[in-house]
């Protein structure tokens, strides 16, 4: 229930910024773009969906603001930066709902597209850096959560992956945005081993 609530929130702040015009610090924007993302409220579901359970002792949260796990938090952080980089990215994009891009090139002015892409990208690798490191060490969470996690994550790279964009166009893929890599992978899933 939580975590609506901090959804319907969080786009309540996209809507005030939109309306008023206002292009947030980039901290900002993503501090609220991991929200919005959806992907905390995802995987709290798959969270309880996946038969895990939590001591009651942390579910009192007396409607104080409960910070997110961190491997979560790091989940939607990558998912949130992948969106944005893609989105800043497409010439469809219309531009009203900002970027993390949007967002860092105003903050630091004179900046060229390129480098603030240098940029999200190793906040990306950072960030799976530490989602590895949250993996490897103890943690409330079971190892099918963590595994579903991190490949929710891998998921957000091969949807939005614009370095292999040419070369699945050569191959004559009509989707731009990397989903022909998702679903050679998926293929590759469902794949009847036994005709080989």
């Known amino acids: 229930m939580l975590q609506w609530a901090n959804l319907c929130n969080a786009f309540l702040v996209e ?3 939109n309306a008023s015009g206002t292009l947030p610090k980039a901290d900002d924007y993503l ?12 995987l709290a579901h798959l969270f309880f969906l ?7 002792q942390s579910m ?9 796990p961190n491997t979560i ?4 952080e990558i998912l949130r930066l992948w969106d944005d980089l893609g989105c800043a990215q497409d010439e469809n994009q219309n531009g009203y709902d900002g970027s993390y891009v949007e967002c860092y090139l ?25 989602l590895n490191k949250e993996c490897l060490c103890p943690c409330p969470f079971s190892t099918p959560f963590l595994e579903a996690c991190v490949n929710a ?4 790279s091969l949807m939005y992956n614009y370095e292999d964009k040419h070369d699945y166009q050569k191959k004559n893929y009509e989707d731009k945005h990397g989903l022909g890599l998702l679903q050679d992978h ?11």
């Open 106 to 130: 105003r903050e630091n002015q004179g900046s060229s597209y390129q480098s603030a892409r240098e940029h999200v990208m190793e906040f990306i690798s950072k960030s799976w850096k530490l």
């Open 50 to 56: 996946m038969g895990q359970n939590i001591a009651n």
């Open 153 to 156: 994550a891998k998921m957000v």
């Open 186 to 196: 998926m293929k590759s899933l469902t794949y009847d081993h036994e005709t080989l």
């Open 31 to 42: 501090k609220n773009g991991i929200i919005t993302s959806g992907a905390p409220l995802v």
């Open 60 to 68: 009192d949260s007396k409607k104080e603001e409960v910070p997110l």
């Open 15 to 17: 809507f005030q910024w």
């Open 73 to 76: 938090f790091l989940v939607a």
